[in-house]
């Protein structure tokens, strides 16, 4: 018997009564009936019959988002470090750009695996999609902190992220968990805890990188931690994956497994119906079947991400070197461990304001005017960095401390944003596959931002006489450009304002054209 994973709401009784195409439309979609083995109906009982804030939700989620992010931003404080104690290269402008070719690896690996991850979770479900993810990082990420050679390091990076596709799956998954009135909570809590995984694994890393050398009283030079002095911050996200691995086995699946015969059965009409309602009935059934790249909505959306998530890990490994780079080469100075307290006050704070703040901008203003509003901000702030490398002392930790934390802040403002605006461009039945892509867009744009930052970051640092733009100027001016271009990409004709409201509604309102 054929399966058909669509959500469909539909009704068991006739529809002879009903003496409109729009009347009828409108009830098809507003009527709804629930199949008794059907996991997704299952949990949409649960959604019916609960009340108040599903605060397990909200957990589950968080849990699993953070466990795929903390590897992505682990190793960014200590990399500079790890390359050179590979002595791979024999300059210091050159760490950056073999740095860039670690951090590009996991991404590489993401991107040509992503979309296939989506289709995973539209075809056999949300929860093993999960299950393989969260696993394979309890593996290769500890792997990964056992590194003893430049390549080790590349290819189990590589390998962790062509087991990765989490994060469009579990997008998909948590549109599917939460009511719809709960829908930005739901994309407010996966980018929340995706952006704090980005900042508090890089405060992992900077703390616990390197023991024998900062903790010398615990550990050994001639310890395990001491011979692969990069191994603990792994090993600890590979412990704490292992127990989010565990508790995922108890998670609810969501996608609908309901036999395309009685879907086909429930369809049936009077034969006073026009054919042109018949057509639009096959439509709807054949919804799994339609091509997600003709779908404008949902592929502009696809391209503003691709473009901010190459700015976003291009910053976040930018920041990384800049902050570890001596000061006679423009940098802070900052050591693994002073990185990681930056990005670790950032981190704490931003899950305040993403869970009460952001949910009342987007229901204020909707998702395209945050996100715009938030690049917009993020110009002039990035423009202040290089004249922070200036300060010293007490002035230089306070002002990067505020600096990082309105960077990160204004930074999952519009991750959030464009999630929205990608769940609201596809119907649930296809939310899977088409986060599918935006992963697979992100990941390739990824896989060029680390090695294009860390190569312009080596350039840049060579130019400290330059006439425009010295130094670290020039490498912020390029990250300025890639906000700007986001900016741009969000207005008409580019990216459709029909993207701020759900699909299901916008159709609803052409039913109602219609008729």
Known sequence: MRSFFCYTEITNTTVGGLDKMGDYGEALLNTKV???????????????????????NVFSIWAVILCSSLPISLLFPFLYFMVRDFHITEQVEDIGFYAGFVGSS??????????????????????????????????????????????????????????????????????????????????????????????????????LAQPAEKYPNTFSKDSLFGRFPYFLPCLCISVFAFVVFIASFWLPETI???????????????DDLEASDTETKKKRISTSRMSLFKN???????????????????????????????????????????????????????????????PKLEKLFGPIHVARL??????????????????????????????SLLKNALSLTIVTGIAILQNNSVPRCQRGAANGISLTAMSLFKAIGPAAGGAIFSWAQKRQH????????MVFFFLCLLVLLLVILTYEPFLPKSCAKPYDEIERENVKTVG
């Open 34 to 56: 629930h199949h008794e083995n059907c996991p997704g109906c299952r949990v949409n009982r649960i959604k019916e019959a609960e009340r108040g804030t599903p605060f397990l």
């Open 106 to 207: 996991f991404m590489v690996g993401r991107f040509l695996t992503s979309y296939l991850w989506g289709m995973a979770a539209d075809r056999y479900g949300r929860k093993p999609v999960i299950l393989c993810g969260v696993g394979s990082i309890v593996l290769f990420n500890g792997l990964f902190g056992l590194s003893n050679s430049f390549w080790m390091a590349v290819i189990t990076r590589f390998i962790l992220g062509c087991f990765n596709g989490l994060l469009g799956t579990i997008k998909a998954y948590a549109s599917e968990l939460f009511r719809e009135d709960h829908q930005a909570l739901a994309m407010s809590v996966v980018g929340t805890s995706w952006g704090i995984g980005l900042i508090i694994g890089p405060a992992i890393g900077g703390y």
């Open 256 to 270: 609908h497994k309901h036999p395309l015969e009685e879907i086909e059965k429930g369809f049936d009409t009077s």
């Open 296 to 358: 404008w909505s949902l592929m502009s959306t696809v391209i503003i991400y691709g473009f901010y998530s190459l700015h976003e890990i291009s910053y976040t490994e930018i920041f990384s070197l800049w902050a570890n780079s001596p000061r006679s080469l423009g940098g802070l100075g900052f050591s693994s461990e002073d990185v990681g307290q930056v990005l670790a006050i950032s981190g704490f704070i931003l899950l305040f304001s993403q869970l009460c703040i952001f």
């Open 374 to 403: 938030a690049s917009a901000l993020t110009i002039p702030l990035l423009m202040c960095y290089p004249l922070i490398a200036m300060l010293t002392g007490f002035t230089l930790k306070f002002v990067i401390n505020v600096a």
């Open 466 to 473: 330059a006439s425009f733009l010295p130094g670290d100027s």
